[in-house]
C-alpha cells in the first residue's frame, strides 16, 4: 500500500509508524511537517490550498486524520467540510493512481444524548452541537463521493501523553455527578490507530463502523478505579454538578466482527499500561 495520512497528528503518527513496519510507503500531510517520525515522509501542505493537487503524493488510499485547530464553528467547518471538500477534488483532479480507499476519522459526536442507552452503526445521527453537525456533513462528503470510503468514529482518545485525566484523580480534583450514571466511551490511542490500519487492509469493510473499546463505564467509575489505581483519594460526588455532556454507550460490536481485537479491551489495561510507564518521582 502507498498511504497519504491528511493531518498526520497524534494518531496519524503512531498509524504511519504500524504501516511503516508493515513494509507500506506512507506520506504524513501537515502544514509544519517537522514534528513527524522520520519513518513518515513529509508533505508540507494546506488542506485549504488551491495547489493542494500539487503537492499530492502518488498514494492509493488515504486517511483523513485532520483536526479542528480552534474550538468555534469555522475552524471546524475550515477542516471537517471545506478541508474535505478540496482533497476530494484534488485527488479526483490529480494525475496519481486511482484512490482505492479513504478511511475518514469521525467522532461520535454525530450522535444524540441516547439516555444511557446503546448507540451503534444504526443508530440515528442527530448532533446535539455545532461539532457533531459539522463533523457529519464531512462524513457525506465522504460517503457521497466516488472514492471507496469507509468512516470511523471515534470515541475519547486517550493514551501516552495524554494526562489530563490521571492528574485530575491523582490531585483529588475528580469530582462526579450526582444524577445517575454518566457512560463514558474511549479508545487508546494505539487501538485507533491499529482499527485504521485494519479497515486500509479490510478486503469488503462496511460504510461506518464505531471505534470504542469494548467497555463503556460510567465516568464516576472510571474515576473511582484510576483513584484505586493511583493511591489516589476517592473522587467526590458534587450535586450542584450539572450534565455537560450526552449520556450513550457506543458499541464496537461490528468492529471486533471484522476480527478486529483490542489491545487494549477497557479503559483499565490502558490507563495501566500509562501509570506503568510514569517515571518515578
Not at 496519481?96 to 441516547?114: K, Q
Not at 457521497?144 to 492528574?167: D, K, N
Not at 474515576?223 to 489516589?232: H, I, K, N
Amino acid at each position: 500500500m502507498k498511504v497519504l495520512i491528511a493531518g498526520c497528528g497524534y494518531v496519524g503518527s503512531k498509524l504511519g509508524l504500524l504501516l511503516r513496519q508493515d513494509g507500506h510507503r506512507v506520506w504524513g500531510l501537515r502544514r509544519d511537517p517537522s514534528t513527524l517520525p522520520g519513518e513518515i515522509e513529509p508533505v508540507t501542505a494546506d488542506l485549504l490550498a488551491d495547489d493542494l493537487v500539487d503537492r499530492l503524493p502518488p498514494a492509493d488510499r488515504i486517511v483523513y486524520a485532520a483536526s479542528a485547530d480552534g474550538r468555534d464553528p469555522a475552524a471546524y467547518r475550515r477542516v471537517y467540510v471545506d478541508g474535505v471538500a478540496n482533497l476530494l477534488d484534488a485527488l479526483q483532479r490529480a494525475d496519481g493512481p486511482p484512490v482505492e480507499r479513504w478511511v475518514f476519522v469521525s467522532s461520535t459526536a454525530v450522535y444524540a444524548d441516547a439516555g444511557g442507552d446503546w448507540v451503534d452503526e444504526e443508530s440515528p445521527t442527530e448532533p446535539e452541537n455545532f461539532r457533531g453537525t459539522t463533523v457529519l456533513e464531512g462524513e457525506r462528503l465522504v460517503l457521497e463521493s466516488p472514492l471507496p470510503s469507509t468512516i470511523l468514529r471515534l470515541g475519547g482518545i486517550y493514551g501516552p501523553g495524554r494526562t489530563r485525566l490521571l492528574e485530575m484523580v491523582r490531585e483529588g480534583r475528580a469530582r462526579c455527578p450526582a444524577n445517575g450514571p454518566i457512560w463514558s466511551n474511549r479508545i487508546h490511542r494505539d487501538d485507533a490507530a491499529r482499527a485504521l490500519r485494519h479497515l486500509l487492509e479490510l478486503s469488503d469493510p462496511a460504510p461506518i463502523y464505531l471505534g470504542v473499546d469494548e467497555e463503556p463505564t460510567p465516568i464516576c467509575q472510571v474515576y473511582r478505579e484510576l483513584a484505586r489505581m493511583l493511591d489516589a483519594p476517592e473522587p467526590t460526588v458534587d450535586p450542584e454538578l450539572s450534565r455537560s455532556r450526552s449520556n450513550k454507550r457506543c458499541s464496537s460490536r461490528l468492529l471486533r466482527a471484522s476480527a478486529f481485537s483490542f489491545r487494549y479491551p477497557s479503559f483499565r489495561e490502558g490507563y495501566q499500561a500509562m501509570i506503568d510507564a510514569r517515571p518515578a518521582d
